[in-house]
């Protein structure tokens, strides 16, 4: 297996941001890379156990409204080779 992707559906806006703070948290304490940004509206934070990034040994998450119902949210979780390049 080179990637995992999960993802996370929240009814509103204000749920979905506070689960994205939550798993940044989480991953904070025990990373030692760490990116957050924003691109093309959507919020993205990128979580390594190596003092420089290595795609294959990070996590990310992708918050971003949900293309298919209209004020809905989903949160993306990727681990591995895949990331939001």
């Known amino acids: 297996m080179s990637d995992l992707q999960l993802w996370f559906m929240f009814d509103n806006k204000t749920d979905a941001q506070g689960a994205f703070v939550k798993l940044c948290e ?17 919020k993205v934070a990128e979580y390594s156990d190596q003092p420089i990034f290595d795609y294959l040994s990070s996590v990310q998450f992708i918050l971003t409204k949900d293309e298919l119902f209209d004020g809905k949210y989903k949160l993306f979780f990727r681990m591995g080779s895949f990331t939001y390049e």
Not at 26 to 42: A, D, I, L, P, Y
Request: proline share 0%; hydrophobic share 25%; glycine share 6%.
């Open 26 to 42: 989480m991953f904070e304490s025990t990373s030692k890379s760490k990116k957050v940004f924003e691109r093309n509206g959507k």
